[in-house]
C-alpha cells in the first residue's frame, strides 16, 4: 500500500532545507540565474537528485514561465530534423529548459497553424518553427505573443528571428557538380507549392529556381525536368518514377532533400537501372545516414547542428527580452560520395 508521504509531490521548500539553504537560493538556481555560486549550484542540485523534485510546470506557468520551448516540425521522418533536435536541446538543456515537439504535416498551412496554437495553448516560452509554409503575416502574429524564431525562411521580419541556409548557393554548387562530371540532362525534385504559385522565401522554391537558372546559364534550358512532389522518400520515389518515364531519360537527378533522394534511390534500383552507372543521384541536407557506406549518397551539408544550437540561443535571447531581428545564415559546402559519377557513354 501506497502510503501519504510517497503520494506527495516534494516542493521547494522540501529541497531547500534538504540542502540547508533558503528557497530563494534554490529558486535562482532552477531558473539559472546571474551570481549563483557553483558551490551553491552543486549543493542545490545534489539535493534536487536525491530527492526526485520535478518543477511544477502549472506553476511556473503563472509566474510566467513554463521552461519550454516548442518546436514544430512539418513532419519527423526527415533524417536533418534529427540534427536540428540535437543542436537546440545541447544550446538549451544548461539553462533548465525542455522541448516539446509537435508535427504539422508539412503541407497545409491550416495544420500548421493549428499545431502552433497547440503550443500556445500549452503555455511554452518560445517556439522554433522549422520550415513553415504559411504567410509571413501569420508567422508575424504568433511572434506578437511568443518569442519565435523561424529556421529554413528567407524572411525578413522585424517581429522574429530566421536561421537559414544559404539554399542558392547550395543548389548552384550541386548542379555544377554534375554539369562538371559532364551530365546535361540533369532532372530535378522539388516540393509542391501549397499557397499556389512559386514563393521565394521557401527554400524549396530558391533551390528549384537556382537549378533552373545555372541549367539556362549552362546553356540547358532545353533539359531542365522538374518533378513536385514532397521532400518526403514517397515524394522522391513518385518524382523518380515520373523523370524516368520521359524521354529522354535524365542521366542525374537533383533532390531538395536527401530524404527525396532516398527515394530516388528506391524507384532508380526497381527501375533494373545501377547508381551512379545509369543515373547519378545527389541529395541535399548531409543527413548523417548519406555518409553511410552503403548509401554513400552526394550531398550539401548546411551544419544542421549548428543550425539548431543557433536557434535555441536566438530563443533563449528572446525569451530574455531581446527585441531586435537577427538573422542567421550558415554557408553550405558540397560532400561528393559515390552516388555521382560521369554520365554513362552514349
Known amino acids: 500500500m501506497v502510503t501519504r508521504d510517497r503520494q506527495r509531490r516534494v516542493t521547494i521548500t522540501d529541497v531547500a532545507r534538504h540542502a ?8 535562482k ?59 537546440l536541446t545541447e544550446e538549451i538543456s544548461a539553462s533548465g529548459y525542455q522541448a516539446i515537439m509537435v508535427q504539422s504535416g508539412g503541407r497545409d498551412p491550416a495544420d500548421e497553424l493549428r499545431a502552433s496554437d497547440a503550443l500556445v495553448d500549452r503555455q511554452v516560452d518560445g517556439v522554433l518553427w522549422v520550415a513553415p509554409v504559411c504567410t509571413r503575416t501569420q508567422l508575424e502574429k504568433l511572434a506578437k505573443g511568443t518569442p519565435l524564431v523561424v529556421l529554413g525562411r528567407h524572411d525578413r521580419s522585424g517581429l522574429y528571428d530566421c536561421v537559414l541556409d544559404d539554399d542558392e548557393v547550395g543548389a548552384e554548387l550541386v548542379v555544377e557538380h554534375l554539369i562538371g562530371l559532364g551530365h546535361r540532362r540533369i532532372a530535378h525534385i522539388t516540393q509542391k507549392d501549397s499557397l499556389g504559385g512559386r ?15 545555372v541549367m539556362t546559364e549552362h546553356g540547358l ?38 530524404q527525396a533522394a532516398f527515394g530516388a534511390l528506391a524507384a532508380i534500383h526497381e527501375a533494373g537501372l545501377t547508381v551512379p552507372g545509369d543515373i ?47 538573422r542567421f545564415s550558415v554557408t553550405p559546402t558540397l560532400v561528393a560520395r559515390r552516388s555521382t559519377a560521369p554520365p554513362p557513354a552514349p
Open 280 to 326: 547519378s543521384v545527389a541529395g541535399y541536407d548531409n543527413a548523417r545516414m548519406t555518409g553511410l557506406a552503403h548509401v554513400a549518397l552526394t550531398s550539401i551539408d548546411q551544419d544542421g547542428a549548428l543550425m539548431g544550437k543557433t536557434a535555441g540561443r536566438l530563443l533563449l535571447e528572446r525569451i530574455a527580452g531581446r527585441t531586435a531581428a537577427v
Open 221 to 258: 534550358a532545353g533539359h531542365i525536368a522538374v518533378a513536385a512532389t514532397s521532400y518526403t522518400e514517397e515524394g522522391g520515389y513518385e518524382g523518380t518514377r515520373e523523370l524516368l518515364a520521359r524521354e529522354p531519360r535524365p542521366t542525374a537527378v537533383f533532390a531538395g532533400a536527401d
Open 20 to 27: 540547508q539553504v533558503s528557497t530563494t537560493a534554490v529558486s
Open 199 to 213: 514563393t521565394g522565401t521557401l527554400l524549396h522554391t530558391i533551390r528549384a529556381t537556382t537549378y533552373e537558372r
Open 29 to 87: 538556481v532552477l531558473r539559472n540565474a546571474y551570481g549563483v555560486s557553483e558551490a551553491m549550484r552543486t549543493k542545490v542540485q545534489a539535493a534536487i537528485d536525491e530527492l526526485g523534485y520535478r518543477p511544477h510546470h502549472a506553476a511556473r506557468a503563472m509566474r510566467g514561465r513554463t521552461f519550454t520551448i516548442g518546436v514544430l516540425l512539418p513532419h519527423i521522418r526527415n533524417p536533418f530534423f534529427a540534427d536540428l533536435i540535437d543542436g
